[in-house]
């Protein structure tokens, strides 16, 4: 009688959880997009974070990631706000990451003086210049992209670089 309720628990069991993830739980950390289908993100980031001195094992060089971005861009938003940084959480071990709040901004010296165009206007100018000083300050990514994260994740970014306008 007991084998036959622990059966029928295991078969609703794998049925459930057939049902919440298409992925054997092995795969279940393998990428962010994995992860999220299963919801299982916070996990993911809490067991690679335990398990940080053992993620980088080979001799192989780290991969390196530039992101030249546009602060004001929404599919550079989307990039760095859901892909880049949920991997930098799980893999910053193995990955060296750069970041240039730049994108397609133009330059030009004008009597002198250099003079920036972006192309979403001066609001995306002003943050690119509040990213980069922020990324000059701090000097370590990990104590910078998380601010980063933070600003290119809010709806309103010029009101929620005040306070981090306003530090000297």
């Not at 730049?102 to 030009?108: F, L, V």
């Not at 001066?122 to 000083?133: D, F, G, K, S, W």
Request: glycine residues 4%; negative net charge; contains cysteine.
């Amino acid at each position: 009688m007991q084998s036959a309720v622990l059966l029928v628990t295991l078969c609703f069991a794998g049925i459930c959880c057939q049902q919440l993830c298409d992925y054997p739980p092995s795969d279940w950390c393998s990428t962010w997009e994995i992860a999220k289908s299963c919801k299982v993100e916070q996990q993911c980031i809490e067991y690679y974070s335990r398990t940080k001195k053992d993620i980088k094992t080979s001799k192989e060089p780290a991969v390196q990631v530039e992101l030249y971005y546009e602060s004001l861009c929404g599919g550079c938003r989307s990039t760095l706000v859901l892909q880049l940084f949920p991997t930098w959480l799980m893999l910053n071990e193995i990955m060296n990451v750069t970041l240039v709040p730049y994108g397609n901004a133009q330059e030009k010296n004008v009597s002198g003086k250099w003079e920036f165009t972006c192309q979403h206007g001066p609001n995306e100018c002003y943050v690119n210049t509040i990213e980069a000083c922020v990324m000059y300050h701090l000097q370590d990514i990990e104590s910078y992209f998380p601010v980063i994260f933070c600003i290119e994740l809010s709806a309103n970014m010029t009101s929620a670089l005040e306070p981090v306008s306003k530090v000297n």
